[in-house]
C-alpha cells in the first residue's frame, strides 16, 4: 500500500505559493511496532499558526523542518493496531503527518465519539480552535453580561465560536470579516448583534457607530489597522485577548503601528497573548462543554472543505487570502 | 493671612514651559465652615500623570481647569479646625491645591504619623507612588524568586520602590536611568544587580548581556525605544506593567513603533496598564506594608527637594528632563 505526503521544500518569504510544498509518494508503509496504531487521514487541518512554523523562526513551537513532511491536526480512522485499547474502525484525532496514512503511538491520538459530535468537528469547533475561542474568551475575556464584545477574524473557526460563546453570555457582539457572505452568515445564522465588511465599510466609522458604549472586549485574530481602530475605543478595564495576527504573519519585517502603551494606562486595560497548549491541563473540561453546546444547538458552525490532499497547500494558502467561511479543512478520503 | 497659589494660565504643548503656568496672590483666606480644616502646605508633590491632566484631553481623570489653581498631593499641618477629629498641629496629606494655604473638607485628607515615617514619605514611598510600585508589581507582575525583572525609570520615586521591592522578592533587578549618579544609587545604596544609563550605554547590548536568561517582567515608567529594547527579550507568560510612559507625555500626536501583539501571542505574554486608583480599596493595607518596610530600613528612598512655592513649576517640568533623583518635591514652608 502505498502513501503519499506532502513537504515544506522551501520556507515562504511573505505570502507562501506552490513551490513552498512539494507531494512526494512512497510504495510501502512503515510496519507497526507494539503500541503503535496505523491511521487512515479522513480531514486535514489547515491554520493560519502554521505560517509562523514554516519560518525558521523559533517561537512556541519548534519550526517545520525542511524537506520534511508537514504536520498539524488529522482526523482517521485506525485501519490496524497494535494497541489493546484501539481497535479497527476507531476514529481519532491527533497531530500527525500531512499523509494518506500515518502510523502514531497511541498517546498522540485521542479517540473520538462520533454520537456527539461529527468527526470533522474535533479539528474545528471541538477540536484546537473551539479550546481557542473557549479558553481565551472566557479566561482572559471574562464576559459580563451587557459588555460589548469585538471580534476581528469573526467568520473564522475560532471568531465565530468566540462570538457565539459572548452571545451565550449575554454580551454585544460585533463582528468583523471580509466578505459580504461572512457578514450575512454571522448576521443572519450566528445572530451577530452587528458586523463590518472590512473591505467595503469604513472601519473607523462602523466601529464607532456600532459601539457606542465602548469596547470592553477584543478579541483579536487578526491585528494591524483593524485593530487599531477598535482599541482606540476601549473602555476601562477592557480586555484585549490576541489569538492572531493573521494580518502580519506574511510580513517579511516587523510592521509598525501606533503605540498603544498610553491608551492602555489611560484605561488600566489588559492586553494578552496566549495559545490554546497554556490551556493543556483544561482541554478535556473545554471539549465537553463546547462539545454539549454543539450537541444542544446552541453552537452552530460550518466548513468550507477542499478535496484531495494534493490541494492541502491551496488550502493553506487560502487562508491568507480570506478564502475560508468557518473552518478550512482538507478531505484525504471518504468517512 | 495672603495666600499664594499657581495657576494653569496656558495648555503646555509639548514640553510645558513657564508661561504655562502663573502665581497669584489673594488678601485673605477663606473662612472655615464646620468640618472643614486649614492647612498649611509644607511638602508639595509634582508627579508625571499631571502632564496628562495639563492637556485638555478627557483621561482617567479630569483635565485640570484653565486659570484655576493646580492640584496635587500636599502635606502639611492643619492651623485651624472645625472638626472634631483634626487639631491644630496633625500632619495630613490629601489631593488639595498648589497653595500655601489649603481650606479642606476633613474627607479629604488623611492623618499621619510622623513617628512611622517622615511626613514628607506621604508623598512618595508611603504615598501614591509607593503604592503604584507595590500594587503594580505584586499584583500584576505576581514576580517570583529567581525572575528578572526589568524597570525603566528606576532611578524615579515609582521606579526605585519596585526595584527593591522585587529584590524583597527574590528577583534579579536590571534598572534603567539617565544619568550616572542614579546608576550609581541603584547599584551601591539599591543594591540592583545591574544597571543601564540609556543615555551612554547602548541599551540593546547591555539589555541583552544582563538578561541571558530572558525577562519575565518588566515594569514600565518610560515607553518608547527603551521599552522596545525590553519587549523583545521577554520570556514565556512575561508580565508587562504598563504604569507611565513618561517618553510620550509630551508628544504631540500618537507615536509609533513597532507592533508587539505577535510578539505577546508568541510568548503568551500579558501587557496591562494601570492606576494606582484602580487599588482604592487596598491603600491603607499597600500604605501599611510599605510603612513598615521603611522603618524597618527594608526600603530606603531619596528625595529630591526644591525650595519655594513659586519653583513648583521648575520642579514639575524637571521632571521630563529627568533632574530629579527620587522623589521630586517642592517645600513651601518649614515643618
Redesign the interface.
Known sequence: MGNRSILLVERPTGMPNDKNFELVESEELPRLNEGEVLIQTIYLSVDPYMR?RMSGRK??IEPFALNEVLSGGIVGQVIESKDGNFKVGDYVEGRLGWSDYNVAKSHQVRKLNPSIAPISTALGIVGMPGLTAYFGLLDIGEPKEGETVVVSGAAGAVGSTVGQIAKLKGCKVIGIAGTEEKCQYLKEDLHFDEVINYKTDNIKDKVKQYTPDGVDIYF?NV??DI?DEVIKRIN??ARII????IS?YNATE??????I???????????????VG?YANNHEEGLKQLGEWVNSGKLQYRENIVEGLENAPHAFIGLFKGDNLGKQLVKVSDD
Open positions: 509562523g517561537s512556541y483579536d491585528g494591524g485593530s476601562y478595564k490576541l489569538c492572531g495576527q502580519s516587523i510592521e509598525h503601528g501606533p503605540r502603551q498610553g491608551l492602555l494606562v489611560q484605561k488600566s486595560a489588559l492586553m494578552k497573548g496566549f495559545i497554556d
